[in-house]
């Protein structure tokens, strides 16, 4: 079982749609959850983190954290084209040990 | 306020010969990690240093190597470069905060291109 996984996708989804993005990791003590926006050919680019378990929202991005089923999600609303791209899922145990990422999810709106 | 800057921005080398990337955190932080992203796959951790010592490691071989400044600042050293080095390098850096929050900021990359 991979560390942390996400649907790779490509996930297409039409303009102002909500896009609903996926992430399961498999150590029980991570204890920090992160979303990162990759444009092609672009450095990843950190747009929310999560710490305890429920929804943490911030714009039209909102973050769901679910630590007993080790899951965590990210959602998208009112979707727009320049939001398409590869979302990467990064989890962490502490702060001194390594930052995992999964392998990011393609995400493509349609106008 | 300069966010995390690394040079070069692309880089072509030769099998076998060997390569030094920079990178520059942001200001405030004290932690750089090196990740290798191979095109379509995501960020695969390097080492992390701190306080001029490496403290973490993936599960990357010898020929990869770095050293942190005391002006925090980092290089990532590889050895006997082999075409599946081919990738882009991605520095980041993280704030002072030791507590849980360990949010990185990634630098542009270096693309090492290896032939």
């Known amino acids: 079982q991979k560390e942390v996984e996400q649907n790779s996708g490509p996930l297409s989804v039409p303009e102002g749609a909500i896009a609903s993005l996926n992430c399961t990791y498999s150590d029980r003590g991570s204890q920090s959850f992160f979303w990162y926006r990759q444009y092609s050919g672009k450095s990843p680019e950190l747009i929310m983190s999560?710490?305890?378990?429920g929804d943490k929202e911030d714009g039209r991005f909102t973050a769901q954290l679910n630590k007993a089923s080790q899951y965590v999600s990210l959602l998208i609303r009112d979707s727009q084209p320049s939001d398409s791209a590869t979302y990467l899922c990064?989890?962490?145990?502490?702060?001194?040990?390594?930052?995992?990422f999964g392998p990011g999810t393609s995400l493509s709106v349609i106008p | 306020d300069a966010g995390v800057t690394q040079s070069p921005t692309h880089l072509i080398k030769t099998r076998g010969q060997q390569v030094t990337l920079r990178c520059s955190p942001k200001s405030g932080h004290d932690t750089v990690s090196w990740y290798q992203q191979a095109l379509g796959q995501g960020p695969q951790f390097i080492f992390q240093y701190y306080e001029e010592e490496e403290r973490q490691r993936g599960n990357f071989p010898d020929r990869f190597s770095g050293h942190q400044f005391p002006n925090y600042s980092s290089e990532l050293n590889v050895n006997a470069l082999l075409l599946g080095d081919s990738a882009l390098y991605l520095c980041a850096s993280s704030p002072v905060d030791r507590g849980l929050k360990h949010e990185q900021y990634f630098g542009p990359g270096t693309r090492l291109t290896v032939t």
């Open positions: 990064a989890v962490i145990r502490t702060s001194y040990d390594k930052v995992i």
């Open positions: 999560i710490y305890s378990n």
